[in-house]
Structure formats: C-alpha cells, structure tokens
C-alpha cells in the first residue's frame, strides 16, 4: 500500500492584506521622453505569454506583463495592443491547474479539461491548439528557448504548439521564432528570453536527456551569439526597447516548497520513528539529502519508502535513493546559480551596446525570496501564500504580474527620461482561493 506523505504546512492560516493605491501626485504628467511607443511588440516566452497555473488560459493571457505595460503606454502614445487571445468558448486553452480545496493546509488541485482550445494532434501525439492566425504584438510563445529560437522545424521533435497555432500551416515547418519575431513592424519592443535555456535543465535535476532539447543548460557562448543575434535583428532600425534579467531560477516556489527538512520529518512519522533521513542520487553517487539541496514542487511523494524488488524503500537508503531529476543538489544549485550569472553579465553588456533598458529580475526575484511588503500586499516566493507566483511554483500570478510590469516601466523610465504611469497592483489577485 503506497504511503501518501503530506509535504506543505500551514498554509491554511492565510491573513488577508488590504492595501492601498499607490500615491498618485494630482500634478502628474505622463511623458513618453525619448523613445516611440507607437508600435510596441513582446518578444518572449511562457512568462509573456501569460502562462500561468501550469498551462495558458483566457484569464492568464489578460493580465500578462506585456499586456498590462501597454495600457500604461497607451498615456504616451502607445497604439494597439493585442494579443493571441484564446475565445470564451474554448477559455481554457491548454488547461491549467485551480485550488480546490486545502486539506489541513495542504493544497489540494486539480486539472481543468473542459473549454479547451485543441484540435487535434501532431505527430508525435502532442496537443495541437486552434490556430490565432490574426495580426498581434503579444509575441510571447510558452516553452520557447533562445537556443531553439534559432531552429526551424515547429513540425518536428523540436515542435512548439504554442508556436505553431501562430502560423499557417504552410510555413510552420519551416519558421524560426528570431524571424517570427523581427518580421513585425515595431518602434520599441520588451525581450524576455533565455530563461528557459536554464530553466529547463534545473527543473530536471539538471539531468540533460539527449532526446529532449529543452533540457540542456546553454552554454554562455552560444548564448552570447544567439542573444547579440536577436537583438540586432530587433534594432534594425535602430528601435529602442526594453530586455530582462534571467531571474536566480531556484529563487522560485518550485524549487523552495518541497524541503530536506518536510521530507525527513514525513518519512520519521510514517515510519513511527524507524526512519528520518532521505538519500538522494547525485552525479557522484548517493548521499543524505542536505538543507542545500531543493527537491521540485512536483515530487511525487507517494513514491517514499515504496520497496523495490530487493525490498529496499524508495528514498530511505543509499541503495535506493530518491532519482536524480527530482532534486537540484547542492553542486547542480552553484552550477546554475554560476550560469544565471554568467548570462546576465552578457545581457547587461549587450544591452549597454544598444542603449537599451534593462528590467533586473534577477535582483527582483531575490528581494522577493526574503519577503517585502509592496503597496500594503505581502510578497514572497512562499507557495500559495507568497502572492507572486502561481500554483505552478514558476509563473506569475496577476499581481505577479503588475510588479513585473512595474519593474519594466520604472526601467523604460529611466532608460529613456520618461514617466509612464505605473500600475496599481492593489486591482490584481494573487492565487484564486476555493468558491472566491
């Protein structure tokens, strides 16, 4: 019989934070300065999109940064703006996750099915979603990499279905997302990519499967050549624009709710005190799980202390320890946290070069992980709780969103001496709470 362990605390005592608006001065003049907002596009990935709650949905895609940056452009003569709106009727999109319930403050979720936008599969028996073949400047794509934004091939293993419902069917084979993206006429455009480029590798344990190019880790080159690239295909004619940090990737919830500490101590009670320490797999050989090790939000727990056919349990002894892609050791944690680095520096370089803006999200998500109060609203990297992050431990909530949002204007601000208005975040929720 499979021991379902529970992993989270107390997170049913919620306090409800009420805050008010921002100061806003009575004298107060938006002034665009000296950029061209006319015609602004978003180049991005899952984090533009609006992907949220682990998948894309009407709701999500409403409140992305970029989307709540242009209403705030729309004061300095910012045009249109509109994204890949999935329908009313198929509102879901790919399906997401929502909060049911919490079970002795645990949380308890479930997927969403109903009111999908798919239509059919591709080859390889992934979700093919209906097509946007309309004209938007919400370009963000969830899933995309800077290295495979190089790539054509939508229609191959390396297939992105976010990807391929923007384009007709007879070049979808055939288009790169850098092409995709520079081909829309544009005065100022934000970029947010090369997240996943390390992303994908950490929240394997960094475990790069051969069959699976979204989870290599990029090397610093190749990013350097792939970022310069893109940039320079964005600032053709000489357009100004706004770029982002990579955030610390283990800053987020996915990587900070399931600990060492939660797991020896469900292992000590369910095993009446017969056990109390995890052992996990590392590239140099199995060991006890220490405090620096981060285990992902999605460990299926109810695979501790299960037997394998030597009759060792699952997690509890070094001959059977808990598999490699489901923790981030020690070493793997300074192996990313070096990478992060190492690519912000080229960003930062590149963005010098280019007189562009520059939103640090990388120091942003750490002011988060140690907790601040923003406009009267707790925020934190606490799963549930914390406010910016949603159920999926990555992706923002709304309000996540309006500060990310904030975090990009006060940067266009400064950049380029203007004074777009920023956004009350006290309007945005954070997670959706059962019957609210």
Same mark, same amino acid.
């Given at each position: 019989m499979k021991k379902n362990f529970k992993l989270y605390t107390a997170i049913l005592s @919620?306090?409800?934070l009420t805050g008010c608006a921002p100061d806003m001065d009575g004298d107060f003049q938006a002034e665009k300065g000296t950029a061209d907002f006319s015609t602004y596009i978003a180049v991005g990935n899952s984090l533009t999109a609006g992907y949220a709650d682990g998948g894309l949905y009407l709701e999500g895609q409403q409140v992305a940064f970029p989307n709540l940056i242009a209403e705030q452009l729309a004061s300095v003569g910012g045009g249109e703006f509109t994204s890949p709106f999935f329908s009313r009727e198929q509102e879901?999109? %790919?399906?997401?996750?929502?909060?049911?319930?919490?079970d002795q403050g645990n949380p308890v979720t479930e997927p969403v099915t109903d009111k999908l936008a798919l239509r059919g599969q591709n080859d390889q028996g992934g979700p093919l979603y209906t097509k946007h073949l309309e004209p938007i400047q919400n370009l963000g794509v969830p899933g995309m990499r800077l290295d495979l934004a190089m790539v054509p091939g939508v229609g191959s293993t390396l297939g992105n279905p976010f990807f391929e419902r923007l384009l007709p069917d007879e070049v979808a084979s055939a288009t790169r997302y850098i092409d995709f993206a520079a081909g829309h006429d544009h005065t100022f455009f934000s970029f947010w990519l090369g997240n996943n480029d390390v992303l994908?590798? !950490? *929240?394997? =344990? !960094?475990v790069s499967r051969p069959d699976d190019p979204t *989870?290599?880790? @990029? %090397?610093? $080159?190749?990013?350097? =050549?792939?970022?310069? *690239?893109? @940039?320079e295909a964005l600032t053709v004619k000489s357009q100004k624009g706004v770029v982002a940090t990579i955030p610390d990737v283990t800053a987020v919830p996915f990587f900070n709710t399931v600990t060492t500490a939660l797991l020896n101590a469900a292992v000590e009670e369910a095993s009446g005190g017969q056990a109390n320490t995890v052992y996990i797999a590392t590239k140099t050989g199995a060991r006890e799980a220490s405090t620096d090790d981060l285990f992902i939000l999605t460990f299926p727990s109810d695979l501790l202390a299960q037997p394998n056919q030597q009759g060792i349990p699952y997690g509890l002894h070094p001959a059977n320890p808990i598999e490699d892609h489901y923790v981030l050791d020690s070493d793997e944690v300074k192996e990313v946290a070096a990478r992060v680095k190492q690519l912000n520096a080229k960003i930062m370089e590149i963005a010098e070069e280019n007189d562009l803006a520059v939103a640090d999200v990388y120091a942003f998500l750490n002011k988060v992980k140690t907790g601040y109060v923003y406009n009267g609203i707790a925020i934190s990297s606490a799963y549930i709780t914390g406010n910016a992050f949603s159920l999926d431990g990555i992706h923002l909530t709304p309000i996540g969103n309006a500060i990310v949002a904030n975090l990009f204007i006060d940067a266009i601000n400064k950049q380029y001496?203007?004074?777009? $208005?920023k956004i009350d975040i006290t309007s945005y929720r954070g997670i959706k709470y059962p019957n609210n």
């Amino acid at each position: 019989m499979k021991k379902n362990f529970k992993l989270y605390t107390a997170i049913l005592s @919620i306090g409800v934070l009420t805050g008010c608006a921002p100061d806003m001065d009575g004298d107060f003049q938006a002034e665009k300065g000296t950029a061209d907002f006319s015609t602004y596009i978003a180049v991005g990935n899952s984090l533009t999109a609006g992907y949220a709650d682990g998948g894309l949905y009407l709701e999500g895609q409403q409140v992305a940064f970029p989307n709540l940056i242009a209403e705030q452009l729309a004061s300095v003569g910012g045009g249109e703006f509109t994204s890949p709106f999935f329908s009313r009727e198929q509102e879901n999109g %790919s399906g997401y996750l929502q909060l049911i319930a919490l079970d002795q403050g645990n949380p308890v979720t479930e997927p969403v099915t109903d009111k999908l936008a798919l239509r059919g599969q591709n080859d390889q028996g992934g979700p093919l979603y209906t097509k946007h073949l309309e004209p938007i400047q919400n370009l963000g794509v969830p899933g995309m990499r800077l290295d495979l934004a190089m790539v054509p091939g939508v229609g191959s293993t390396l297939g992105n279905p976010f990807f391929e419902r923007l384009l007709p069917d007879e070049v979808a084979s055939a288009t790169r997302y850098i092409d995709f993206a520079a081909g829309h006429d544009h005065t100022f455009f934000s970029f947010w990519l090369g997240n996943n480029d390390v992303l994908g590798y !950490a *929240t394997n =344990g !960094a475990v790069s499967r051969p069959d699976d190019p979204t *989870t290599r880790l @990029i %090397s610093v $080159p190749e990013f350097e =050549g792939a970022y310069r *690239t893109f @940039i320079e295909a964005l600032t053709v004619k000489s357009q100004k624009g706004v770029v982002a940090t990579i955030p610390d990737v283990t800053a987020v919830p996915f990587f900070n709710t399931v600990t060492t500490a939660l797991l020896n101590a469900a292992v000590e009670e369910a095993s009446g005190g017969q056990a109390n320490t995890v052992y996990i797999a590392t590239k140099t050989g199995a060991r006890e799980a220490s405090t620096d090790d981060l285990f992902i939000l999605t460990f299926p727990s109810d695979l501790l202390a299960q037997p394998n056919q030597q009759g060792i349990p699952y997690g509890l002894h070094p001959a059977n320890p808990i598999e490699d892609h489901y923790v981030l050791d020690s070493d793997e944690v300074k192996e990313v946290a070096a990478r992060v680095k190492q690519l912000n520096a080229k960003i930062m370089e590149i963005a010098e070069e280019n007189d562009l803006a520059v939103a640090d999200v990388y120091a942003f998500l750490n002011k988060v992980k140690t907790g601040y109060v923003y406009n009267g609203i707790a925020i934190s990297s606490a799963y549930i709780t914390g406010n910016a992050f949603s159920l999926d431990g990555i992706h923002l909530t709304p309000i996540g969103n309006a500060i990310v949002a904030n975090l990009f204007i006060d940067a266009i601000n400064k950049q380029y001496k203007a004074d777009v $208005p920023k956004i009350d975040i006290t309007s945005y929720r954070g997670i959706k709470y059962p019957n609210n």
